[in-house]
Structure formats: structure tokens, C-alpha cells
């Protein structure tokens, strides 16, 4: 299977018995129209009827806190962004070979939470837009092909940027030719006292095989927060010596912050924790809260040269109903203050994680930044000779995230092992949500131990 | 320049004199957040504040007859499609991995339109997404890499279907070694009697071609109306040839409906009217009349070939917002009989410019199906030694595009030559606003004449 860890864990496997006669009905329809890529959730899908803030209802009424859906990012059905949607759905649509007030409000709104000399940007639909954008940029700006990524990234479903994301490519096909992969820093599995140099070196060593190979090197493209390798919250910095190695090598650096990005590390952007500013900067996912939107913040000297040798449009991206979302999203994370509730809170429900790692060892390690937080499960039985105490227990995390389910909390994994639970919900958690979380985490850990 | 002809045509230039101090400061807002990106429609660009039905409305007040923008097919605000969004909005916005009675209604409803065997459907957000999904799946299946597309034929943005867009190539770069261009099939330049059987002759060429250099061909990617070579519609029939030879030599065939599809043509899926059924359907544009859609529908053998290699997810393709919006338009299409409405008025509006062009020699040509019309300008002056009355005039169209827009009429152009102007309003156009164009186009001809 050359799923991603995380679809594989919770993929529903149609012939699970105990599914009543509607749910059944519903699963038949679907399979009849998306066919075998009728993937869902959880052994027993949940049949879903609405969601508000950081909870879900499904049909029976059950209700489910939601840390799995990085996108709702100001909470589901978040009344101020439905409300500009709304409105402007009843005035204008259209896209933006025309001057509106709104889109200009918008970039330049956007454009203020990112440091110099990111002054640019090109609206898309999507992440993977975003960085299969990013990616024929680097591509004209350096005349280079090839792209260095870490071990287990994601960047996203179009031809060229799955290339760039081991977890879709082809069973048994050969990696392509134009990428490189590098291990991604890491903390708990190694003894490593400078993840940075590293990881620095590796691409260094990278760049080398590119060359040696005839192949120009054009980008780096990283996930600052390393989120399908398992996340990497530290230590801070550790990302400038990898990009300044890049650019010695003439290499741009592109910094996906699809999953990190809009506050969810307790920053706006992530790669401001480590002090080191990317050429390119993809963001997607919560941008607006579940509308389609995607975009590529950039120096305006390369979208200069890029523009002038490639004519780039996109029929929806940044168009009316896109900017007015948008805008109402950055409205609710400034108003109310979201960033700074996702350091805070993040840092309690991080302290009562850590308080349980105490009582169960099956908890490996708990780590994260702002609401974005990984909590690693190991083996605690099995002891091979060479046992550490890091012997990687996914199946511990399969059963964990359907009991959770059961219990009310909607959770996903993450990892090369598949075996770190992560948690992102929107950024307007509370810390009772966050006992709430926790303390069924300890009742589905004492029913397994 | 590399930019396509519809885009150059109507480029804004900013140092175009009679700005108001109003219009050039946001101009100048959006150049600092836009950089070079920033092209706008028109010499004198229009400052927009609202848009309903067929009309968009300026700031000042003006109202133009919108006969460009072929995304809100049911109308610009169309009201039926905000309440849906509006209604959803407040529910729930989620993703696919969910059991939800909205996405399967709607997937069902618009798998009904389709003829055996396109049976699935797989959700994206755009139509680059779904041509550069059908590409990803026509390659898995097929083992094959070349594409054959059309002369002037343009698919998208991303970086895979870029290179199935001759007018998104790199400028002075050589052609992608995947990809063959064969010439549209042309009735107005041509005496060919048959130009379907040239078109698979062609195709035939171009597939011997790929074998010549040791690639494997692995689809016909085709524009069933040949959207951007200058439209043709007919005559019916003429495109089964093309697809059997691209069968016979184990090809697949794309038919991208995302400009001609959903009734602009004034039957539901332009392919019908050929009786030429392609392998996959990409779908985009007018899918959600202005909130980003797309989708591919498909096979299910080939989704399921190609879902045992590589697992595909999109984020936001069909997720409840997009799925409650895309039901709305299937509504409004079907509930008012858009599409009907689209063969009668696209008739009435034919015949009114046929008589148009009667008393105008500069219109060499005007043909169409449904509410997708092309009316093609000649030189009518300087008449070369082999001149045949069919010298293309690009100038005229700028000229009238230009002066249409101050008479309230938004039109584009297209073509190889950029000299065929092409309508394309919403399908809700009434006989009386057909009238208000061609009268306003017959002004114009007047004043140039």
C-alpha cells in the first residue's frame, strides 16, 4: 500500500460487521460513486450532521471533539467568516482580472504578518496548487530541476508536487529522478546532540549527488514543522543552518506552511520560530476555514523573473468570495486573539500530556508547539535485547484512536512509524476541552494497559 | 511573450493615460501585492462593486451585459446557489472521509447526467486539478507518458498540465519531450471536406511519432469544442474518428469539458453531440458557479487500476460546502431548463450576428453551439496577392473588445490569431440582452468602419 501513515491507520474497511442498515446504505452509495477512492474514517464512519467550534454532531446526536480537522481553523462553522461568506455570495463572485476593494484588503492584510522580503503574493485554490506553483517558480528562477525533500514528506496531490511526496508514489515504481531525499531532523530516536547540523549536512550531501548525477539542484522544499515525519518542534532555530546551506549552493528554499501555518504553532508562521525566512512560503489548508484556498508568498524578485518567461492565472484563486473569506478569517484570528490562545493553550494541554506520560510508559515522548501536538507511543512488552525504550507501537495508536472516537474525541496519527497521535484542533480550544481530550485519553489508556 | 491570446489581448497596461487618481491607487495596491502578476482585463479596468444575472456594475454605477466570465453559469449571484452556501456554511464544512447525505446526492445527481461507463467521480477543487488527476491516471493505467494535445490547446496551470498548454510554455524553451501537438480540426481556413478524418489522421501521425522516439503514448487530451484554437462545434460526429484511432493504438481519451461542459453548449456534456464518449471527463469552471470545483469522472475500471497504486485525497474536493453548492447549480440548471435556454437563445443570438455579419465583411465567420459563440474578424483592406478574404484582423477585436466595454458589453477573444471574439454569458441570457449585444456590437462596427 503506498497510502499515507495517517489514511492507512484510519482507512474504513467496508466488510467491518456491526454497521446498521442506513449507515450500510450510505457506504453502498458512496462506493458506487467514487469507487475504490471511497476511503473514510474509522472502522464504524461517522455519519455526520453538523459541527460548531471544536465539536462535531453526528446524526444520532453523538457529539465528538475535534482534533483531527487542521482546516476549521477559527472553529467549524465559524459564525463571523459564514456571515461574509454570506453576504458575498449575494454581491460578487468573480475573479481577479478585475479591480475590488476586498482582494486588495485582503493581500495587503495578509501580506503584513510576513517579514521582508516576502512581499508578494499569487492566490491558488489549494496547497498542493501552492506548492506546484512554488515549484515551477524555483524551477524558472534557478533553470535547476531538482527538488531535496525530507524522508516521509507530503506536499500535496498534482503530478509534480506528489513526485515531492514519497507517501503517493507508485508501488514499486523507481523515485524520480529529480528528487532527493533527506532524513528529517529528529530528537526522541536519536542521540543526536545538533539535529540542525544535521540535517544540514545531509542536504549538503544531497546537493552533491544532484551534481554528480548532472542534475541542477533548484529548491529545498521543507514542512517547517516536519508534520508527516512526525513533527519537530525544536529545538528553535535549527532550520537556519539547513536553508543557508541551501542557498550556498544557489538552491531556493520553499516553506510549506500548509499544515503549520495561520497560528497553529502559536505563531503565525512557523518558520518564524526558528528565525530563518524561506524565498517561497506555500500556504493552503485553514486559510479559509474550508473554503478552497491556497497561495504562494514570494520575493518579488523571483515572481518577477518567473512572470516574465511563464503567464500564471488561476480562475478561482483570490477571487471575490475567496478574498472576503479569507479576510474574515484573519479578522476572527486577530480579533480574537487565536494565535495566543494556541500557545496558551497548547502549553497546558502539553503539561497535562506530559503529567500522563508519567503514569503510562507506553507514552514515548509528547511534543509540539502551540496546538499542534504529537504525543509517540512505544512498546513497553516486547523487549528485544537491543531495547531502548523507542521500539515504535502503532498498533497501541489504532486502537487508541477508534476508542477515542467511541469516547467522543476525534483524533489522527502521524509518522514514519505511524505511531504518534497528533493533535490540531481549531485554534479556539479551551483548556476544559483540552481535560476533556485528556482525561478519555487516560480512560482508553486503562482499558488497554 | 508566452502569455495566451485572450490574456494578451485584454492585458491592462498601467501606464494608460485617464486614470483617476482613485482607480491608479488601487492599481498601485495591487501591483505591491500582486508584483508583475497583476494583469487586469481592459485599457481602463473596471473598479467592480456587484454582479447579478447576466450584468455586472461598476463602482460608478455602470452596468455592463457580461458575455466573458463562463463561471456563473446560472448567473452571477445567483440566489438559489447563495442560500445553499449560506445554509451550509453555518453547518458544517468538512472533508470527504466522512458519511454525508449532501455529497452523495450530489454525486449521484451529477454521475446521472453521464453516459456508460462513466460510472465515478472524484472531486478536485479546479479544472487544472482534474486534467492534471486525469493525466496522473491516464499514465498509471496506460504505463505510458505522451500526451497528444491540440496546436493552441490550453488545459490549466499546474506543472503537468502547463505542459499540455503550448500558450503556458516557457518562452525559447523546447517543447516537453511527452508532448505532441497535432492541429485543430478547422472548418473556416479550410477546404479539408472531412476534418474529422484529418484530425485522427493526425493523431495517427503523432502517435507513430512517439513510437519513432521510443515513447509510449498514453491519451488524447482534447477540448471537445476546442476552447482556445478559435471554437468548433461541429460538424456532429466528426470527433469519433479521433477517439477509435486513439483506442486502436491503446491510447485513452481525456475530454476536457471544463470550459464547453455543464449545458454552455446547450447540451449537457458537449461530447454528447459528437456521440464520441471519452474514458475520463474533467470538469472545472462553472462547476459551483463561482466557488472553486472540478472533478474527474471516470471509468471505474481505470479509477480502480489506478487507485491500487496510488492513493489520491483532496482536502476541499467535495467537501459539504462544495458539495451543497454544486447540488444548488445542478438545481437552478435543471429547475429553470438552463440548458434548453442555452440552445434557443445561443440560436437566436447566432442568427441575429449571421445577419450582422451580412452588412459587415470584416466578419468572416460566426459559429457556435448554445451560448459558447465565436464570430471571427478579417482584414478586409489590405488585401495580399493570395488573399482568399480570410486574413485574420487581431487589431479590429482589440478595438472592438475595448470599445464594447464603454458601450456596457464584456466580451473576450480567442484563437490562434486572437481575432475570433467568443461569448460566453451566463445561460440564463434572455433573446432581449442578446439583442442589447449584437445592437452595441453593430455601434461599434459602425464607428470603426
Not at 462506493?31 to 464504524?44: D, Q, R, T
Not at 531532523?185 to 546537493?207: Q, W
Request: net charge neutral; charged share 20%.
Amino acid at each position: 500500500m503506498s497510502t499515507t501513515p495517517i489514511l492507512n491507520l484510519n482507512r474504513f474497511d467496508a466488510s467491518a460487521p456491526g454497521l446498521d442498515a442506513a449507515t450500510l446504505r450510505m457506504v453502498r452509495r458512496r462506493e458506487a460513486a467514487f469507487g475504490p477512492n471511497s476511503v473514510l474514517f474509522y472502522k464504524k464512519p461517522i455519519v455526520v450532521a453538523s459541527a460548531s467550534g471544536a465539536w462535531m454532531t453526528d446524526t444520532d446526536g453523538n457529539r465528538y471533539l475535534d482534533l483531527y480537522n487542521n482546516v476549521p481553523c477559527v472553529g467549524h462553522s465559524n459564525q463571523h467568516v459564514a456571515n461574509a461568506i454570506c453576504n458575498q455570495s449575494r454581491i460578487l463572485s468573480t475573479n481577479t482580472r478585475y479591480l475590488y476593494e476586498t482582494i486588495h484588503d485582503y493581500a495587503e492584510k495578509l501580506l503584513a504578518t510576513f517579514p521582508n522580503p516576502l512581499r508578494n503574493i499569487t492566490f491558488t485554490c489549494t496547497g498542493s496548487e501552492a506548492n506546484d506553483l512554488a515549484l515551477q517558480i524555483v524551477r524558472a528562477c534557478t533553470g535547476g530541476e531538482g527538488i531535496i525533500i525530507t524522508e516521509n514528506a507530503y506536499h500535496g496531490n498534482t503530478t509534480a508536487v506528489a513526485a515531492c511526496s514519497p507517501s503517493a508514489w507508485r508501488t514499486g515504481a523507481p523515485p524520480p529522478a529529480n528528487i532527493r531525499r533527506v532524513p528529517a531532523p529528529e530528537r526522541f530516536r536519536s542521540a543526536d546532540p545538533d539535529p540542525g547540523a544535521t540535517f544540514s549536512k545531509n542536504i549538503e550531501l544531497a546537493i552533491n549527488d544532484f551534481r554528480a548525477n548532472g542534475l541542477k539542484p533548484a529548491a529545498l522544499l521543507v514542512d517547517t514543522y516536519f508534520t508527516s515525519d512526525g513533527l519537530l518542534d525544536g529545538p528553535a532555530g535549527f532550520l537556519a543552518p539547513a536553508f543557508e546551506t541551501a542557498r550556498k549552493h544557489g538552491l531556493l528554499v520553499i516553506g510549506d506552511e500548509v499544515q503549520p501555518g495561520f497560528g497553529r504553532t502559536g505563531v503565525m508562521w512557523n518558520f518564524l520560530r526558528h528565525n530563518a525566512i524561506p524565498d517561497l512560503v506555500t500556504l493552503g489548508k485553514p486559510m479559509g476555514n474550508g473554503f478552497p484556498m491556497g497561495g504562494v508568498v514570494v520575493r518579488p524578485d523571483l515572481l518577477d523573473r518567473f512572470t516574465r518567461e511563464i503567464s500564471y492565472f488561476n480562475t478561482f484563486g483570490g477571487n471575490a468570495l475567496a478574498g472576503a473569506t479569507g479576510l474574515a478569517v484573519l479578522e476572527e484570528l486577530q480579533g480574537r486573539q487565536l494565535v495566543a490562545n494556541a500557545a496558551k493553550t497548547g502549553a497546558y494541554l502539553k503539561k497535562r500530556l506530559a503529567e500522563l506520560a508519567k503514569q503510562h510508559p507506553c507514552i514515548g515522548d509528547v511534543r509540539g508547539a502551540g496546538l499542534f501536538v504529537g504525543v509517540e507511543f512505544v512498546k513497553t512488552q516486547d523487549k528485544l535485547p537491543q531495547w531502548d525504550g523507542r521500539q515504535p507501537d502503532a498498533a497501541i495508536v489504532t486502537r487508541l484512536v477508534n476508542r477515542l472516537k467511541e469516547l467522543g474525541v476525534l483524533i489522527g496519527a502521524s509518522g514514519p512509524f505511524a505511531n504518534v497521535i497528533r493533535a490540531r484542533p481549531p485554534l479556539c480550544l479551551t483548556e476544559t476541552e483540552a481535560d476533556f481530550f485528556v482525561g478519555k485519553l487516560a480512560q482508553a489508556l486503562d482499558e488497554t494497559n
